[in-house]
């Protein structure tokens, strides 16, 4: 593993060189010991350097062959350790601090190890920026904007920055955030649901490929590109009512000559002249020059002549008559890029006489089970295993969203199967979730696949269900290790996955649905936590939408959440929702 166990807060500061680092830590050491931290400083050397002098004692024994010099004082002591060979690892490094009497340690290099950084980037070093490819940047100091949704600090700004390193600490080190029962899982501090879904984000890239299919196909799917009106809808100008057409221009006559007669599909081959009308049905084509239409029930016709009843209505110059065009003109946007085919659009779409859509290729997204314990439906149960559900629980969330499923089945607990399953999906997948294995007590060899085949990040999250998470890229294609727990694997994806795949997608800035409901019953939380009960909203008899939960709570209770019709949100900062309090509500719309 290349993860880092520290018993405080650990946090780095990525930049090149020439970004000012040592400068700005020096800046903000002092501020950071005068809010009371007590902070170590590991710092990576490229060169060859030597804190010790010719002719000093130390020095001396060194060179003598000491190859581990500890020379203390009342005021401070100082190791000089040389190194043969291999250069020290920042985890042996790390050991050497006397952490007991440490609150933080900030580290300096180190940039391609897992653990959290700031990005420290100046524009005048014309360098990339580090967070698109790094997952373990939270935060990024610069004198320029960043096109991320990680929080952004000006580098000149040391108190903005000392501010946030306090605020790093002091999450990192609340109790609840410790590492928890013999976890074998290293732990840098939890993080919150919204700087996980964060953090995923920024390292989702969207995926342009368009593709085009028969009408049919497009349904559930994502517009290419924006569909333009081939035609005018209406193709003419046609009359809304069954009556008479006349001229706007003689709406004063007390009479009309009817000259003709016009139905649906038919039309009137000649303009219309002063004090003419025709008998017109509702669809058919008004007469060139006629912009009027007076509904049948209001004319007396006597012969040729037709007289209206003014008393049911005066007569407005353009009333009853749908202008060509007035529905969709031509090469107006009929469906814009980015909306979801449905009912209406598929209609629409055929209504305009196209028979194609230019559509985003649905993503393809493998997914797999593991556990030695996990066996396939439909096989007779063994001894102390349990029925796969959640790879058919994906199977339909991903299908809500369009999603072209490549089910890869059980996975056994073999290092090699585990590799190998990797990374064909790899080949095959523009996404790939796994469930289970990725909590206290899993196997360690699902870890040392992820972490040997990509670049994988095992996360805390302060939420319940859920708590595990592993997110990361195989072969630059995004994994997430969702827990294995049924009803931690929905709102895992609900909460993290979704978004992620709407990302890719092409929606920009996607947000789940989300109400306020009145609590009628009053719900617990934690500090810190987010909490998702299952719940079910309706309205009450006064139209307010209200809320309870339902069922039994438990992460593995999969009924009470066919029971649902939504999750109910209680956000970190909140301990308490009591009966009548506003409370989020996401509703579970997974049956669609
Ligand atoms: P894990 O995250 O692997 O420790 O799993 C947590 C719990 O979820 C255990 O009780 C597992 O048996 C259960 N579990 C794991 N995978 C599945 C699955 N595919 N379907 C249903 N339950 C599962
Ligand atoms: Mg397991």
Request: glycine share 8%; proline share 5%.
């Amino acid at each position: 593993m290349n993860q880092i166990n520290a018993s405080v807060p650990l946090l780095g500061f990525a930049a090149f060189s020439g970004t000012g680092k040592t400068t700005l830590l020096e800046a903000m050491l002092p501020k950071l010991v005068e809010r009371g931290l007590r902070v170590a400083v590991i710092k990576h050397a490229h060169h060859n350097f030597d804190l010790d002098e010719p002719g000093k004692d130390s020095y001396r024994l060194r060179k003598a062959g000491a190859s581990q010099m500890l020379i203390s004082s009342r005021y401070r002591r100082a190791l000089i350790s040389e190194t043969p060979t291999a250069e020290a690892t920042l985890p042996y490094l790390i050991t050497q601090l006397d952490q007991t009497q440490l609150d933080l340690i900030l580290v300096e290099g180190f940039k391609t190890l897992n653990f959290p950084k700031i990005e420290l980037h100046r524009q005048i070093i014309n360098k990339p920026w580090l967070y698109q490819d790094d997952i373990n940047i939270i935060a990024v100091a610069s004198d320029t904007k960043a096109e991320t949704t990680l929080p952004q600090i000006s580098i000149n700004d040391i108190d903005q920055l000392t501010d946030f390193v306090v605020q790093f600490s002091r999450q990192s080190q609340q109790p609840q955030l410790k590492v928890a029962r013999g976890d074998d899982i290293p732990l840098q501090g939890m993080l919150s649901v919204e700087q996980g879904r964060q953090r995923i984000l920024t390292h989702i890239k969207t995926i342009d490929n368009p593709q085009t299919v028969e009408l049919k196909q497009a349904l559930g799917q994502i517009v290419h590109t924006d569909i333009l009106s081939p035609v005018n809808v209406p193709q003419h100008t046609n009359s809304a009512m069954d009556g008479y057409a006349i001229r706007s221009q003689d709406i004063n006559l007390n009479s009309y000559t009817v000259v003709g007669q016009v139905l649906a599909g038919h039309h009137y081959p000649h303009p219309l002249q002063t004090g003419e009308a025709v008998r017109i049905m509702t669809g058919a084509p008004v007469p060139q020059g006629a912009d009027t239409v007076i509904m049948r029930e209001q004319a007396h016709q006597d012969g040729d002549t037709v007289t209206f009843n003014l008393a049911m209505g005066a007569i407005k110059a353009g009333q009853n008559v749908r202008l060509a065009g007035e529905d969709l003109a031509l090469n107006h946007v009929a469906v814009a890029k980015g909306q979801v085919i449905t009912a209406p659009e598929l209609g629409m779409v055929a209504s305009l006489g196209l028979n194609e859509i230019t559509i985003n290729t649905p993503l393809r997204v493998a997914i797999f089970s593991t556990g030695d314990e996990v066996q396939a439906p439909g096989e007779a149960q063994r001894q102390n295993c349990i029925y796969d559900s959640n790879r058919y629980s994906l199977f339909a969330l991903l299908t809500r969203l369009g999603c072209e499923v490549v089910d890869l089945g059980i996975i056994e607990d073999s290092e090699s199967v585990l590799e190998a399953t990797l990374h064909q999906a790899s080949q095959q997948a523009d996404m790939i979730l796994s469930s289970g294995g990725v909590s206290v007590g899993d196997a360690d060899y699902i870890k040392t696949v992820l972490d040997k085949l990509g670049h994988i990040n095992f996360w805390r999250i302060n939420m319940r269900p859920g708590r595990p998470l592993a997110f990361g890229h195989i072969n630059d294609v995004p994994f997430f290790g969702l827990p294995g727990n049924p009803v931690a694997v929905m709102v895992t994806f609900l909460q993290f996955v979704e978004p992620a795949i709407r990302k890719q997608q092409g929606y920009q800035n996607w947000q789940p649905q989300t109400y306020t409901a009145i609590a009628t019953e009053s719900l617990r939380s934690r500090i810190g936590r987010t909490e998702y009960l299952r719940g079910y909203f309706n309205w009450d008899a006064n139209g307010r939408l209200t809320v309870k939960t339902v069922g039994s709570q438990g992460s593995g209770i999969l009924r009470s959440m066919s029971e649902a019709n939504c999750l109910i949100e209680i956000p970190p900062q909140q301990e308490h929702a009591y009966i009548g309090d506003k409370v989020t509500v996401i509703p579970l719309d997974i049956r669609l």
